[in-house]
């Protein structure tokens, strides 16, 4: 099989003007970078803000990591830039934290051991026991934090303090705790989230049952960016899957899941290869 190709991924988001993409290349021209991936997108004439994705190969770059840094800051800094750079032999470190259901883990235990998930992942965190063996089974520490209605502030810490700076971004596979502000705010823009319903609709506990009561027929999954706003965070990618009047509750469950593991699966894919900037509370993603 072949050796895929290292390559450097710049996000980059600035007031929009004249010159940008231009800059920018003829900066990675300048040190032998060879561009694969270019990608804009400007927001309408009042807000005038522009973003980008420009992929380029590491072999054959010129300039080390910190090198890039000191020499294009300059250039970020006469457009304004918010930038950062990933270089895609530096795998994401990955966190999963989930409670009793399965589904969401195993789609993603699976889909990391065939590869298609290009990220480490250090841990299972749970406030059950139940999926230990499936930790096990592909050989990742699992850990058990309990967490209780009286001491959720002492548990959650816990759990912060064990966490500390060894993963680069949180999964929650299901995880069915409502995270404190200073747990969210510690790792800002950096959890997923799946919501079994496709938000705006059905926001909070038992969306499914909600579906079920208005008749709908779509349902759907979301994977967004946690914030302190339940369910009201940046949204990341989304699916459906029809539904009718002959599905109950225990259906709806049954379908929602297959929507569940895909759209964490795609959420996740996404922020690893670094496809994905936040502007105000939406995305955008290349």
């Not at 810490?157 to 995270?179: E, H, P």
Request: with cysteine; aromatic share 12%.
């Amino acid at each position: 099989m072949p050796t895929e190709k290292q390559t450097i991924t710049l996000l980059i988001s600035c007031p929009d003007q004249p010159g940008i993409v231009a800059e920018v290349s003829r900066f990675i021209f300048a040190h032998q970078g060879n561009i694969l991936e270019s990608d804009q997108h400007s927001t309408n004439q009042e807000e005038c803000t522009f973003f980008m994705r420009i992929r380029f190969g590491e072999e054959g770059f010129t300039l080390s990591p910190t090198e890039l840094h000191s020499k294009f800051q300059p250039i970020a800094d006469r457009f304004q830039m918010q930038w950062r750079v990933s270089y895609s032999r530096e795998r994401k470190r990955a966190g999963i934290l989930v409670s009793k259901y399965d589904h969401c883990l195993v789609d993603l235990l699976w889909r990391w051991k065939m590869g298609e998930l290009a990220m480490e992942i250090p841990f299972i965190i749970s406030n059950h026991t139940r999926l230990e063996g499936l930790a096990q089974m592909y050989g990742i520490p699992f850990y058990y934090f309990p967490v209780q209605r009286e001491s959720r502030i002492a548990d959650e810490q816990r759990i912060v303090d064990f966490i500390g700076d060894t993963v680069d971004f949180l999964i929650l596979a299901r995880y069915m705790q409502i995270l404190e502000p200073f747990f969210v705010n510690t790792y800002p823009q950096r959890i997923i989230n799946i919501h079994h319903s496709f938000l705006p609709a059905f926001i909070g506990a038992s969306p499914y049952a909600q579906a079920f009561t208005r008749g709908v027929k779509l349902i759907g999954a979301t994977a967004h960016y946690v914030t302190n706003q339940l369910d009201e965070g940046p949204i990341i990618a989304q699916d459906v899957i029809h539904c009718d009047h002959r599905d109950n509750v225990q259906d709806l469950i049954r379908k929602g899941r297959d929507v569940e593991r895909r759209v964490l699966a795609e959420a996740v894919r996404l922020h690893t290869t670094d496809r994905i900037l936040v502007y105000e509370n939406k995305t955008i993603v290349f």
